[in-house]
């Protein structure tokens, strides 16, 4: 009798969380507002804050893999309705860093994007629109595809330096 009592006590405890769960996927988020973008990473758990860059528009600082990163928006009205977002990152310049190296790694690559700049540097990217609303899972699958893009980008990177070292 005690362990059937203290397994309805286990499993109505666990109620709850199963729940939430379940409140999570289906939760709908407008990402054409930039604090509910601080908001759902936040609740992602990642490191989040809403910022403005010299022009007056809104951007959000956050991080991953030991790295931070950058979500832009763009087709804004005012700072609160905005139409799509990028996420960004960059990496110093390097003698390694060229239009064929980019073009390597977009050939084979479907959503993050890379391309040198005047400075040399390398920037990462990925866009997404913010019109319609769309589910907190679907964000946070979002969120887990840059991070994970940004490790391969990492370690292509990486394959490269070492095969020009070799050379």
Not at 2 to 10: K, Q
Not at 38 to 66: I, R, W
Request: charged share 25%; glycine share 6%; aromatic share 12%.
């Amino acid at each position: 009798m005690i362990r059937l009592s203290t397994l309805f006590v286990l499993a109505a405890a666990m109620l709850p969380v199963a729940a939430q769960a379940a409140d999570d996927k289906e939760r709908l988020l407008d990402l054409r507002q930039p604090p509910v973008v601080v908001q759902a990473l936040q609740d992602a758990g990642y490191k989040a804050e809403l910022k403005t860059n010299k022009a007056g528009e809104p951007y959000v600082l956050s991080g991953a893999n030991g790295s931070s990163f950058t979500i832009e928006f763009y087709g804004c009205t005012g700072v609160k309705d905005c139409n799509s977002y990028q996420f960004s990152s960059w990496y110093k310049a390097e003698p390694l860093f060229t239009p064929e190296l980019a073009n390597a790694w977009n050939v084979s690559k479907r959503f993050l994007k890379v391309s040198i700049g005047k400075d040399g540097a390398l920037n990462e990217w990925m866009d997404f629109s913010a019109v319609g609303k769309t589910t907190f899972a679907n964000f946070a699958d979002i969120v887990d595809w840059y991070q994970t893009m940004d490790a391969d980008l990492a370690k292509f990177l990486d394959e490269k330096r070492a095969a020009a070292k070799a050379k």
